[in-house]
Every structure is written in C-alpha cells, then in structure tokens.
C-alpha cells in the first residue's frame, strides 16, 4: 500500500479528483455562457467540442513548473518515508532470521520496536498524503480559473456551444472525434497569455516535514 502511495503521487498528473471535478463544473459554465448570440438556428449550427482538462492543467507551462516545484518540495518527506519502511522491512528480517534463536526478551523488544515503527510511518503517510492533495488542489484551482477564462473566449470565438471534458472517470463521453478536440489549442492559448518567464523556476524550499515523536530506536549503525 505504501508502495502504490508514493508512486501515485509522484506520478506526473498529480491532479485531486475534487479539484478536477470543481475545474470541471466551471469549464462546463464558461461554455454555457460561450453560446453565441440566439438567432434563428443558431442552436443547430453550434458547434460541440472537448477538452481534457486534466491533461490540459498538467500540460501548460506554468502547471510543469509547479508540479516540478512541487515534487522538489515533498521529495524530502519521500526520502524520510522510504528509509523508514527501509528500517521496518529490516526489522522483519532480523525476526524472521532469529525465530528459534532469540529470547522472547529481544524477540518482544525487536516487536515492539516494529509497531511503533509502523505507527509513524502511518502517521507519515496520512500527513504526506493530506499536503501534497491540497498543495494539488491549490495548483488545479489556481490555473483551472484561468483556463476557464481562456476556454470562455475561446468558445465565443470560434462558435462553440458546449464543451465536455473527457477526462473525468466518470466521464459521459464514450466517442469524441479529434476534430472536435480543444485540449492542446487550449494549452497553447493559455501559455500565451500567462507565459512562464525565463528563469522563473528557483528551487524551492523544502517542505517541513511535522516533526515525529521521539522513540528509543538507536540510530543505524553503518556496516
């Protein structure tokens, strides 16, 4: 479970489904409000689109920076959560190795040991898990407004009545064809009106890890 934890969120679309979700609805709005003026059949000649708003957030330049910025950030606690199941499945080993052959003395004390090792990293995990989804959320929400300004003008200029997202895992769309796409005319508009400036990534400063509660573990010795 660990495993599958750090690697979905060092994935590349590290994107909250309630954030996508909310990027959605006000997608959904803008392209409502994107019908052109009512005239007589104007519904009939309006056009349909779509657009994968995730792969759209994530595909900006300014969306690659922040999740670059952001991967920086956690890659500490990352490190700290590795080395510590490091030192559990270690644990393991040595009961393992020693069943038969340690004192129930030792063998209690190396248990002991395993389950407060196992309850911080829990606590880890869940604090891991609860800042990297609102730093996400943060990052979808900050650039999802923007999009939807830019999708607005967009529907407005070139016909559009409606546009679905496609992306969403409850997505209604079951056939889209690629003529009707706007995900990538949507990013290329969006990086021209909030261009990233040249050298605007700096490394950014770790996050603090929540500092965990002392125990009597001694440090690992170095082989």
Do not use: H
């Amino acid at each position: 479970m660990n495993s599958r934890l750090l690697t979905a969120l060092r994935s590349r679309n590290m994107l909250t489904r309630t954030a996508i979700l909310a990027v959605a609805c006000m997608i959904s709005t803008a392209a409502a409000w994107a019908q052109a003026p009512a005239s007589p059949g104007s519904a009939a000649s309006g056009k349909v689109g779509v657009i994968a708003i995730r792969q759209a957030i994530g595909g900006t330049a300014e969306g690659k920076l922040a999740q670059a910025e952001l991967q920086s950030q956690l890659a500490p606690r990352q490190n700290e959560i590795e080395n510590l199941n490091k030192q559990i499945a270690d644990l393991q080993q040595r009961l393992q190795a020693g069943q038969n052959k340690l004192s129930q003395e030792e063998e209690g004390r190396l248990r002991q040991q395993g389950q407060r090792l196992a309850q911080r990293l829990d606590r880890m995990n869940t604090e891991y898990q609860e800042d990297a989804n609102t730093a996400l959320g943060d990052i979808t929400e900050r650039i999802g407004r923007k999009m939807v300004d830019v999708l607005d003008r967009y529907a407005r200029e070139n016909g559009f009545v409606v546009v679905l997202d496609t992306s969403g895992q409850n997505s209604p769309v079951l056939f889209a064809s690629t003529q009707i796409d706007v995900t990538q005319d949507i990013v290329r508009l969006y990086d021209q009106a909030y261009p990233v400036k040249a050298g605007a990534s700096t490394p950014a400063k770790p996050a603090p890890a929540k500092p965990a509660p002392a125990t009597s573990q001694p440090p690992p010795t170095k082989p």
